[in-house]
């Protein structure tokens, strides 16, 4: 059994990943705007990098923290998201319905039910972390 962190780093990382959430809020906001009122690329291009950027250290994060994120329904979607972003290279002309899918589906993963966020496709029900699947 290990001890739980201090409640100092407890602080410090509560506060890390806040800051990357918002962080990827702000760039979410500003690439999804420049994508929806169809500015020029270069106009919200930092925004793009920083949704990116943030986005994988935020999936790292939860993927090292406990690996039953992927394949609980939270995890899911978000691959869900990313398989959307990547029809962006495919289907360009369709980016703005591309980016209200991928923002729809983030209120999802963020705001569901918890019942629905910690249902693993694998086991059928919900699981809160890798201490409750046996063997």
Not at 43 to 60: F, K
């Amino acid at each position: 059994m290990t001890n739980p962190p201090s409640e100092r780093f407890f602080r410090i990382q509560r506060m890390a990943k806040t800051t990357l959430r918002a962080l990827h809020i702000l760039g979410v906001a500003g690439a999804g705007g420049g994508i929806l009122l169809q500015v020029p690329d270069e106009h919200w291009r930092i925004y793009w990098i920083m949704t990116m950027v943030s986005g994988v250290l935020l999936m790292a994060w939860e993927v090292l923290r406990d690996w039953t994120w992927l394949i609980q329904m939270k995890g899911v979607l978000t691959i869900a998201k990313l398989v959307i972003l990547m029809c962006f290279i495919i289907l360009p002309e369709y980016k703005p319905a591309l980016v209200t899918m991928i923002i729809l589906l983030s209120v999802v993963v963020t705001h569901g039910p918890s019942s629905l966020r910690h249902y693993s496709i694998i086991h059928g029900r919900q699981i809160h972390g890798k201490d409750e699947i046996k063997g």
